[in-house]
């Protein structure tokens, strides 16, 4: 049985969205972010960084549990133990890595600064928020140019890479839309990818986790 340490935030979804793509059975912890429990000794033996998502896999099949955190790692290891959404070798792999490491050193953490300084923060920094809404405009166009020749990001299969990138693109329409004015409107092939990954029934039962 997998266990997945989540909350309701993008990183988290793309755990519950690989897990329901592969049909599994699994237990979830919910991990109270605004409660401060990533502080917990429990989860911190768990996930040494404090953040969410966090798997442990009591049957690994090979070896003693696995436990696992960082969500790029995490979606590695569920994609090699179940031969899916990772091509086994060569281009296609390396391309699905590429874009998976793109989301978890790139859009993620610049769509995470965004938000902070764009949206959480009561102070408001203009050239905090212009700086890091320039830097999420071009990293949206770079996915919308690779969009525009390919059904996906890593080619013409679904991928570890959309599942990394979706529950993000998807929070920046809804929680970013004014803070990046419309970015989205002139990226019709980022438009498409976006509606043809949330039709996916594992991607809407993967984003209704955790259940509050
Ligand atoms: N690089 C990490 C980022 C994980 C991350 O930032 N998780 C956030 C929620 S989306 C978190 O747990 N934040 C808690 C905190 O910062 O205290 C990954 O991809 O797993």
Redo the contacts with the bound molecule.
């Keep these: 049985m997998i266990n997945l340490y989540t909350?309701a935030?993008?990183?988290?979804r793309k755990i519950s969205i690989m897990l329901e793509e592969l049909g599994l059975d699994y237990a979830v912890s919910p991990v109270d972010?605004g409660k401060q429990e990533?502080f917990s000794a429990h989860f911190s033996a768990i996930s040494p960084?404090?953040?969410?998502?966090a798997i442990v896999d009591t049957e690994p099949g090979d070896s003693e549990p696995m436990v696992i955190?960082?969500?790029?790692a995490i979606l590695t290891y569920l994609a090699e133990k179940y031969g899916q959404f990772l091509a086994p070798h060569r281009q296609a792999r390396y391309s699905a890595l590429e874009w998976l490491h793109w989301q978890?050193s790139a859009l993620?953490p610049m769509l995470?600064q965004l938000g902070f300084f764009a949206v959480r923060s009561q102070e408001k920094s203009p050239l905090a928020i212009t700086r890091f809404t320039e830097e999420v405009d071009r990293l949206f166009s770079v996915m919308e140019k690779q969009l525009s020749s390919h059904a996906y990001l890593a080619g013409e299969e679904y991928s570890i890479a959309d599942i990394a990138c979706y529950p993000w693109v998807q929070a920046a329409t809804v929680y970013f839309k004014q803070a990046l004015n419309n970015t989205f409107n002139d990226k019709p092939a980022l438009q498409r990818w976006l509606h043809t990954i949330a039709d996916r029934p594992a991607v809407q039962l993967g984003m209704a986790v955790p259940k509050l």
Excluded: D, R, V, Y
């Design positions: 909350w935030t993008p990183n988290g972010l990533q960084n404090h953040k969410i998502p955190f960082e969500s790029g978890t993620g995470g």
